[in-house]
Nanobody, 123 residues
Framework: QVQLVESGGGLVQTGDSLRLSCAASGRTASTYATGWFRQAPGKEREFVAAISWSGSITDYADSVRGRFTISRDSTKNTAYLQMNSLKPEDTAVYYC????????????????WGQGTQVTVSS
């Protein structure tokens, strides 16, 4: 069992930056790939980024590529999503997820999910 807790959300202006954190706990937490997803009001949840358990493989949605960076600190069992050049369309609840396979995260699924953190970007 893996527990995930997101933090770092908030209200920012267009062009600002935020860094989200996803702290994982559980005996095997360090062996899971981690992904970030978001869901805006009235829209379906969408994939944002993912990173393999080793950190050697990353993947991004086209909408955030070049602006967002996913990383992880295995010593802290924490994954991060650095979000730069934020736009109003980035406004959503951001969730992190963990899965044994990064391809499943890319496909939109995951074994474990956090509760989410709100990101609001004002114009």
């Amino acid at each position: 069992q893996v527990q995930l807790v997101e933090s770092g959300g908030g209200l920012v202006q267009t062009g600002d930056s935020l860094r989200l954190s996803c702290a994982a706990s559980g005996r095997t937490a360090s062996t899971y790939a981690t992904g970030w997803f978001r869901q805006a009001p009235g829209k379906e949840r969408e994939f944002v980024a993912a990173i393999s358990w080793s950190g050697s493989i990353t993947d991004y949605a086209d909408s955030v590529r070049g602006r967002f960076t996913i990383s992880r600190d295995s010593t802290k069992n924490t994954a991060y999503l650095q979000m730069n050049s934020l736009k109003p369309e980035d406004t959503a609840v951001y969730y992190c997820a963990a899965d044994g396979r990064i391809v499943r995260l890319r496909a939109g699924t995951g074994d474990y999910w956090g509760q989410g953190t709100q990101v609001t970007v004002s114009s």
